[in-house]
């Protein structure tokens, strides 16, 4: 089916614009207005989520010429989903759904993007996304005697993530991971050189079958390891997990937690507590893939309604962002004494995107540097010392941007400051 | 038609390599794969330069906001050069202490709106909503307290269809944008004009907009998440009531009331179904409610918000407000008296920023009457109007919406916009042709039976001859400013 099932869809966009801004209540003045990267940078009305729709809809009617420009604005994007949001304020239309189909189309069709192709070859080689990664996945943990997940029980599998494993920057994510499931007595263990990608970002890429190899992979190792629950600290590893398998009915009865979850479920229960002060001024930032994307997949089938009206049988219920993960990591800061959490302009289902995502991160650098320059901006006009984050992707690129910017802004991600705290 | 190199060259040399492109792969969501070339003009000197070279080509130009016209797709199937007015986006000045603004075609509504509640100011946002652009002209929710159309304009930055630039007003004569008709040319005829064709030729690239009193907070105490935000509470001396009323007749009483007293801060005749369609956040639960609102309102009605500057203000409004409406035996929406529903609608009725939901959601595209003009006689036209919807409603060609009309008076509310629309598939060209003749037909009917000439969806040509024969004036002035025919009149941007 792929894009056709979106036709109906792409006919609604009444190019009102409203994708190209947050939800309109909450702009709250002339700065941080915009919540699409693409259109706030690159201007033309086909770069924001209805000119994409536009394009999509006559390319599907009139036949696909593919062009530079096309292959340009569909890959300078990064597939956060906030035009969906904004849009799903007013209308009952999917969004990021066909400008996803429309990307996996190009790359079914031959035209994908260079840096793209090289990030597929180390996943079909390697089974993770970061070119050129060198020595084990699991060489972070080395001396921490960490249960092998795929050889002994345990409740729960902690799923490192590619940028984690592989970029030493990022070990200490992991390693504050590991102290708090500790430090909460929690029976878990990693998968070590049985973890892979998850995928996740292949399928942001329009790399379907890549992702759907590495997802059908991930979970015949984690069925056969007996996983009932696994958490991540990967907001792309979460959304991968927990929504997109779903949607391709291969996640069971697998129970997805991201860490900042399962962290206040501990605190909830007593089994962790926060008891060290850490003085300081931060703000928050919402992983897209965490946040609006993070919301669970809601399983559908059905047909319009033939008529006036664009509803269906069975009624549909669209996935407006409403339900992602935002209160969690919030309670886990302000539960934390002695941190002061100022809040952005653009929070939860309309935040600004860190820039890494849709495979932006590896094809366009200048553009997710630009992206999260943006951001950075935001969160020092809070007056915040640092910006909180719960991916390892986000905590790259804003600590990208500050190395470039000569931002004072610290970055930390949130299991970085729990850490402090206990 | 494709432009040569040489041609093309031109322009880029004028904005850069960046901002001009004639790939066909941008043209759909520029509504034509005929366009000539799409530009991005940064500032009026820009925008100025691509006129001249319109004009030395031959070439017809059209600009564009945010995009709103929607209605008029046909109209840009041509070879324009088509400018995108997007990176002209600064608010110029908010002056406080003469009350107005200035803005550039891209500064959308919300954002002046955010800067000017922080100082206790407001202004007119169009109907059409809050991701519109401030620098348009119309009429919208806030008609009662800030008038509508001509009423707001004040001095204006215009780039003539020959790519002359004119300061109107005091800009004519000073840096200051205070007044639209002096000291210094007064073109209001020129640039306000709110008869066929509706539009100036030409493109504007600043406008001042006045500014009025906002009693409101500086900004809203929104919770929740999208698509539903409420208030943590409805702020001190405001409130939100729908009246529904017997017959068009009481309802106008009521509203010119309201108007001659001066108690309202919004009076929006929504019917019943476009307070529905604000309320919910989905088209299942919209039609649920319709249906329950259907057995509750007992005809026409409006919505009205009181703004006190104090509490006695706000008292008295109130008492004022039950007066009128109990003479005019209206009764409000239960619905609407929650404090939850009263808090989405204040937020959403000043803001402007469910319009959307009001218009596209339900079937995807609606086609409007939108008239200005005498109200008592607009709303007598307006229920012959709504009647004519009820066969296309029983056909299944347009949404039920109780063959409903709406509208609202402006100022003291012997003047008002009245409005009808049709909502429909816009996959369904059965639906299209049906909406079309009922459109012909009622805007036909509106000038043979002496209502009112129509402000869109004729030419000058139509009207004119019930008006002064102004079309014979405006083809000479069009003829004068524009000798080279580059500015067609395509309808207003958005």
Redesign the interface.
């Known amino acids: 089916m792929g894009l056709e099932q979106y036709?109906?869809d792409m006919?609604?966009c009444?190019?009102?614009?409203?994708c190209?801004?947050i939800?309109?209540?909450?702009?709250?003045?002339?700065q941080y207005?915009n919540v699409c990267p693409s259109i706030a940078k690159y201007?033309?009305?086909?770069y924001?989520g209805?000119?994409?729709l536009?394009?999509a809809?006559?390319?599907l009617k009139n036949g696909f010429?593919y062009?530079?420009?096309?292959l340009d604005?569909v890959y300078n994007c990064q597939m956060c989903g906030a035009c969906g949001?904004?849009c799903?304020?007013?209308?009952?239309m999917e969004v990021l759904e066909p400008i996803n189909e429309f990307r996996i189309k190009c790359v079914e069709d031959g035209h994908t993007h260079p840096a793209l192709d090289k990030v597929i070859t180390s996943l079909r080689k390697q089974g993770t996304m970061v070119p050129g990664a060198k020595g084990k996945r699991a060489a972070w943990a080395a001396g921490l005697n960490l249960k092998d997940a795929t050889k002994e029980k345990v409740d729960v599998l902690y799923h490192v993530g590619c940028l984690t494993s592989y970029n030493k920057d990022m070990w200490k994510l992991a390693k504050a991971t590991v102290k708090i499931l500790q430090e909460a007595g929690v029976d878990f263990g990693i998968g070590y050189e049985n973890e892979a990608c998850c995928g996740g970002r292949a399928y942001q890429m329009g790399y379907k079958e890549d992702f759907l190899n590495q997802a059908k992979r991930n979970m015949d190792m984690l069925k056969k390891a007996g996983v009932k629950t696994l958490v991540t600290s990967c907001a792309d590893g979460y959304q991968a997990f927990k929504v997109l398998y779903n949607k391709y009915n291969l996640k069971g009865d697998l129970e997805v937690l991201h860490i900042t979850e399962l962290i206040a479920r501990l605190i909830k229960e007593g089994k962790l507590k926060l008891n060290k002060k850490v003085n300081l001024n931060v703000t928050y930032h919402d992983p897209c893939h965490l946040g609006r994307l993070g919301e669970p997949w809601i399983h559908w089938q059905g047909k319009r309604i033939p008529?006036?009206?664009?509803?269906f049988d069975p009624?549909k219920?669209?996935r407006?962002?409403?339900n992602g993960v935002?209160e969690p990591p919030r309670d886990i800061l302000n539960g934390i004494l002695g941190v002061k959490l100022t809040e952005m302009v653009r929070i939860?289902?309309?935040a600004w995107c860190c820039g890494a995502g849709g495979g932006v991160n590896e094809s366009n650098p200048e553009f997710a540097l630009w992206t999260a320059k943006e951001r950075i901006e935001e969160a020092e006009s809070t007056g915040a010392e640092a910006i909180v984050t719960a991916c390892p992707w986000c905590e790259k690129t804003f600590n990208e941007a500050i190395k470039e910017s000569g931002s004072n802004l610290k970055v930390y991600d949130i299991v970085e400051i729990v850490e402090k705290a206990i | 038609m494709a432009l040569s190199k040489e041609v093309y060259k031109e322009f880029e040399d004028v904005v850069g390599e960046e901002n001009i492109c004639n790939d066909t792969a941008i043209m759909p969501s520029y509504y034509s794969t005929e366009l000539s070339a799409v530009i991005l003009p940064k500032n009026t000197a820009e925008v100025q330069a691509i006129v001249k070279l319109c004009n030395k080509h031959k070439l017809q130009f059209r600009a564009e906001c945010t995009g709103w016209t929607f209605m008029m797709p046909g109209m840009v199937s041509q070879d324009f050069i088509y400018l995108d007015l997007r990176r002209m986006n600064r608010i110029i000045e908010i002056n406080e202490k003469n009350m107005y603004a200035v803005v550039e075609p891209y500064v959308i509504s919300a954002q002046l709106q955010a800067e000017l509640f922080k100082r206790g100011l407001n202004f007119c946002i169009k109907g059409a909503g809050s991701n519109t652009s401030a620098l348009l002209r119309g009429h919208g929710h806030l008609d009662q307290t800030t008038s509508g159309d001509d009423r707001n304009h004040l001095a204006v930055e215009w780039v003539t269809p020959e790519g002359e630039i004119v300061r109107s007003g005091a800009l004519g004569s000073s840096d200051e944008w205070f007044c639209g008709d002096g000291p210094g040319p007064s073109l209001r005829c020129i640039l306000n004009s709110v008869v066929p064709p509706g539009t100036t030729p030409g493109i504007f690239t600043k406008t001042a907009t006045k500014l009025y009193h906002w009693p409101g907070p500086a900004r809203y105490p929104i919770v929740g998440k999208s698509p539903k935000y409420t208030l943590s509470e409805v702020p001190p001396n405001m409130m939100v009531r729908y009246f529904s009323f017997p017959s068009a007749e009481k309802m106008y009483q009521a509203e010119r009331q309201i108007g001659e007293s001066e108690i309202s801060y919004v009076l929006m005749g929504f019917n019943a179904s476009m307070v529905s369609s604000n309320i919910t956040t989905s088209n299942e639960e919209d039609f649920t409610i319709l249906e329950e609102f259907l057995k509750e309102v007992q005809g026409p009605g409006f919505l009205v918000i009181i703004a006190g500057n104090s509490q006695e203000d706000f008292e008295y409004k109130k008492r004022a407000l039950q007066h009128i409406v109990s003479e005019a035996d209206g009764k409000s929406l239960e619905k609407v008296e929650d404090p939850e529903i009263e808090g989405i609608m204040l937020c959403q009725c000043t803001r402007i920023s469910a319009s959307i939901r009001e218009t596209f959601r339900a079937g995807g595209i609606f086609t409007s009457i939108p008239i200005m003009g005498q109200r008592d006689l607009c709303l007598r036209w307006s229920v012959g109007a709504g009647k004519a919807k009820e066969p296309l409603i029983e056909k299944g060609l347009i949404v039920d919406d109780g063959a409903a009309f709406f509208g609202w008076g402006v100022e003291h509310g012997h003047l008002g916009k009245t409005e009808i629309f049709c909502r429909y598939d816009p996959l369904n060209p059965e639906a299209k042709k049906a909406v079309e003749e009922w459109h012909k037909e009622q805007i036909a009917r509106a000038f043979n039976e002496h209502y009112f000439a129509v402000t869109m969806g004729s030419s000058p040509e139509e009207i004119g001859p019930a008006l002064s024969n102004y079309h014979i004036w405006w083809r000479k002035f069009k003829e004068a400013i524009d000798p080279n025919g580059v500015s067609p009149e395509v309808g207003a941007l958005a």
Do not use: W
């Not at chain 1, 009444?14 to 409203?18: D, I, P």
């Not at chain 1, 939800?23 to 002339?30: A, D, E, L, N, T």
């Open positions: 036709q109906g006919a609604m009444c190019r009102c614009s409203a190209k801004f939800p309109m209540q909450m702009v709250q003045g002339f207005a201007n033309y009305h086909s924001s209805g000119g994409r536009n394009i809809a006559a390319m010429n062009t530079d420009k096309l604005i949001v904004s799903n304020y007013a209308m009952d008529g006036e009206k664009f509803v009624p219920e669209y407006r962002g409403t935002y939860k289902e309309y």
